[in-house]
């Protein structure tokens, strides 16, 4: 595609509810990151993927958070029991490589909301 | 660890003047590389400028340029003839020692005034 494609834009959920978000990165882009970003501050990292794999998953902020990706494409992170804490713009990015993060490219992030 | 400081939680400039937006990061690496993006109301993070920690020169692209001092670990971001489109988020960011992930700092708010 295009650019970065996020999916849903928007999202409101009930605590304890399971979620996924969902980026379909930049057609032959190897390297695909997610970020947090809560309200009033910067970008957390959260986890990244080489192809089809996370090398590092100590950035996820519990056991409740998971991320694949399949066929070096789409990714989703999946959001087990949400807590209100969990409420932030979750962003996806990527880029050709993970040698630089010169070249990372953003979607326009989903807002998720936990009432 | 790397960190990133932005001291200016807001900013307010007139159309067609230079504004600088300060960032100080702290670092144990002698390698390293610094970032600043553009986050409009839209959301999404937009890639403005890239300096290395070897580069001698300051880096520019158009309107933007980095003022690097490497002693003073600074990087701040002048964006020249302000137009009413540059009010955004800016964040000023450092990558880690992976190579793969950047730290952000919190941010600035710039607003551009008619």
């Known amino acids: 595609g295009a650019g970065v494609s996020q999916s849903p834009s928007n999202k409101v959920t009930e605590k304890g509810k399971d979620v996924e978000l969902r980026c379909d990165p930049i057609?032959?882009?190897?390297?695909l990151y997610w970020y947090r970003q809560s309200l009033g501050q910067g970008l957390e990292f959260l986890i990244y993927?080489?192809?089809?794999?996370?090398?590092?998953k100590s950035g996820l902020p519990s056991d409740r958070f998971s991320a694949e990706r399949t066929g070096g494409s789409v990714s989703t992170l999946t959001i087990q029991r949400t807590q209100q804490e969990d409420s932030a713009v979750y962003l996806c990015?990527?880029?050709?490589?993970?040698?630089?993060?010169?070249?990372?490219?953003f979607g326009q992030g989903t807002r998720l909301t936990v009432v | 660890a790397q960190k990133i400081t932005q001291t200016q939680p807001g900013m307010f400039v007139q159309e067609k003047e230079a504004v600088t937006l300060d960032c100080t990061y702290d670092?144990?690496?002698?390698?390293?590389?610094l970032f600043w993006y553009k986050q409009p109301s839209s959301g999404e993070m937009i890639f403005l400028i890239y300096?290395?920690?070897?580069?001698?020169q300051n880096a520019t692209e158009g309107r933007y340029s980095l003022n690097f001092q490497k002693a003073r670990k600074s990087a701040n971001l002048v964006i020249s003839a302000s137009q009413l489109g540059d009010s955004a988020m800016y964040f000023c960011?450092?990558?880690?020692?992976?190579?793969?992930?950047?730290?952000f700092g919190k941010g600035t708010s710039l607003l551009v005034t008619p």
């Open positions: 670092t144990s690496d002698q390698s390293y590389g």
């Open positions: 990015a990527s880029s050709l490589t993970v040698v630089t993060s010169t070249e990372a490219f």
């Open positions: 300096q290395g920690s070897y580069d001698e």
């Open positions: 960011a450092i990558d880690t020692n992976s190579g793969y992930a950047l730290n």
């Open positions: 057609s032959g882009h190897t390297a």
């Open positions: 993927f080489q192809g089809n794999s996370a090398p590092d």
